[in-house]
């Protein structure tokens, strides 16, 4: 059963983007939705409590972690993930109906949809390639401008959104290319929290600090191991405003353990760890 129409739901970016798409799928269309510009102005609604939950796009395959969005959960620890969903990414090239190949001279999308049709563009060295605030918009810019030398490297679903036409279908540079986003709430949101709870769980992030010595990454590391717990995923990243000091981020695979038996064992690994933010435990949804 889908959450009541109740539910806000918030997204970074604008209709029509990857990250909407996101959301629909894991929410449905039965809940409202707002949409933001920035990623730590959808942190802040969540933590708010103005809107429920949020979608956030966290890694996508070709590129890696988002660290723009990543980085917040550092910021805004009253919160974490409840969920995920991993969609293919495709790109198209998206301009006004006069439009065509040969007329395009501008091009805007979001960087790392730029980054992702790189081979591409470069068969079209002659475009000024514009970075632009999210895909969508760069689409709906477009459509506005009514210009025939402008286009937009945006999900072909926007064409249609905005009375655009197609130039060029699946221009991203590898065919699998997806991006995992992540649903996100606040720990004591009963309503989203129980629509995405379940008994096992198969997946989790955590970040976490050892002490400055030998060894105490991999004796955090062995714990895990002892427990049946792999790691995906391992990177570091700064601590913000102490120079030269690293906190290290875990992605969990957690083999569709029992809740009850997991909480416990992340629990104890604070004893094994200078600092522990457990990020979230859940069950991981298939690509889709």
Same mark, same amino acid.
């Given at each position: ?19 909407? *798409? ?42 890696? *972690? #988002?660290?723009?969005?990543? /980085? ?8 974490? #993930? ?6 293919? #990414? ?14 395009? =001279? &501008? ?9 992702? !049709? ?16 999210? *895909? ?16 937009? #490297? ?18 991203? /540079? ?30 989790? @992030? ?13 004796? *955090?590391?062995? @714990? ?17 405003? =102490? ?10 695979? !957690? ?7 997991? &909480? ?25």
């Amino acid at each position: 059963m889908k959450p009541s129409h109740q539910i806000k739901v918030a997204y970074q970016g604008s209709e029509g983007s990857f990250s909407h *798409t996101a959301l629909l799928r894991c929410f449905g269309n039965k809940v409202k939705v707002e949409a933001l510009a920035q990623f730590e102005d959808v942190f802040r609604s969540v933590d708010s409590a103005s809107v429920d939950a949020a979608v956030l796009p966290i890694e996508n395959s070709l590129i890696g *972690t #988002i660290y723009r969005c990543f /980085d917040n959960f550092k910021k805004f620890t009253d919160l974490h #993930i409840v969920s995920d969903i991993s969609i293919q #990414i495709e790109h198209a090239l998206i301009a006004t109906k006069d439009a065509s190949l040969s007329s395009i =001279r &501008f091009v805007y999308s979001q960087l790392p949809g730029l980054e992702q !049709c790189h081979i591409f563009l470069e068969q079209h060295a002659s475009w000024q390639i514009i970075p632009y605030k999210d *895909t969508a918009a760069a689409a709906h810019h477009v459509a506005t401008s009514s210009r025939s030398d402008y286009a937009a #490297i945006a999900n072909r679903g926007v064409a249609h959104l905005y009375n655009l036409k197609i130039l060029a279908d699946n221009i991203e /540079d590898n065919d699998n290319n997806f991006t995992r986003f992540v649903v996100i709430t606040q720990k004591d949101n009963v309503m989203v929290n129980t629509y995405f709870e379940s008994s096992h769980i198969n997946a989790g @992030y955590i970040l976490f600090t050892t002490e400055d010595k030998p060894g105490a990454l991999l004796a *955090t590391l062995q @714990y895990l191991a002892h427990h049946n717990i792999n790691l995906h995923k391992i990177e570091s990243r700064p601590i913000i405003g =102490r120079p030269w000091e690293y906190q290290f981020v875990a992605e969990l695979d !957690c083999k569709e353990a029992r809740r009850d038996e997991i &909480f416990a064992v992340i629990k104890k690994l604070q004893n094994h760890v200078h600092t522990l933010q457990v990020l979230g435990l859940y069950n991981r949804a298939q690509a889709g």
